[in-house]
């Protein structure tokens, strides 16, 4: 049904416009909408001060649940086994390489371990005595009662402004926003108070969501990196370790892609694919960072 970026500062258009080029570039077919094409695609949007935005028809959202249940059948397919409810409690190393892993149902000997523990990396990374920077940062999500006043067929809509989103979700609307000056933490319930916010964004901006009613919320995490950008590669400090994490909000969207690109990494000597040497772990003891500008 497509995504649609609601561009409220024009320090944002020259940046916006730029990836427009490149996603062109590549054949994906995004495009720059003014207010009045806004209008056409999303009829109850208030737009008085929005100046523009982007949208591609092919954009989409899908069940994170059964594309990642989809994933490990296909992984079992290809005889890969996966462990499940075995949690690990160290990583075997000495004179630099990797040696194996600990867990608490037995040690696994192994000269390759590839952390993808999302919002737990920093401390898995601590097992094997390197710091990897990512950190994790509460995000909640609401969804609204069946609700029929707007159409089913809407696009994912997102301020980038102030990072509202909203799209349609099992007969109801899926919205949120993220707290920008909450802290890194380990919270992970709702805060009532940051869902009224959120609420009352979402009508300022839609007023026909002032007629819904909120179902149920959740919280989770964002694994956020210093510039916003994946670690991905291997870990210099550690012979046979490697990283995957750290992906900021983008890492269900672009999780095949990296998969590819680091079985490249990790088989050939080097990914060619896309070039992921900017996300290479090693950038931040370089001072290289590879600053993200969207993020919501």
Known sequence: QGYLFLLR?????????????MQNRLGVPS??????EIRHLHPAVVLDDVIGGTFCPEDGWCDTY???MGFAAAARRLGVTIEEE???????????????VETARGAIATPLVII?????TRQVGAMASVDLPI???RRMSFITAPFDTLPPTLPMTIDFTSGLYVHPESHGFLFGMGD??????????????????????????????????VLRGWAGYYEVTPDDNPLLGK?????????????SGHGFMQGPAIGVCLAELLLDGVATTVDITPFRPSRFAEGALAQEHNVI
């Open 9 to 21: 500062d024009a320090d944002d258009e020259p940046i916006f416009r730029r990836n427009l080029e």
């Open 31 to 36: 495009r720059w909408v003014t207010p009045e």
């Open 180 to 213: 920008r000056d909450e802290p890194a933490g380990a919270e992970k319930t709702v805060d009532e108070a940051w869902m009224l916010t959120t609420i009352e964004a979402l009508v300022e901006r839609f007023p026909a969501f002032e007629d819904a009613n």
């Open 135 to 137: 950190d994790p940062y």
């Open 86 to 100: 075995t949690v690990v409690t160290g990583i075997r190393h000495g004179t630099g390489r990797v040696q194996g």
């Open 116 to 120: 993808c523990a999302g919002p737990q």
């Open 235 to 247: 870990v210099t400090e550690m012979e046979g370790l490697a990283v995957a994490a750290g992906f």
């Open 66 to 68: 059964t594309a990642t």
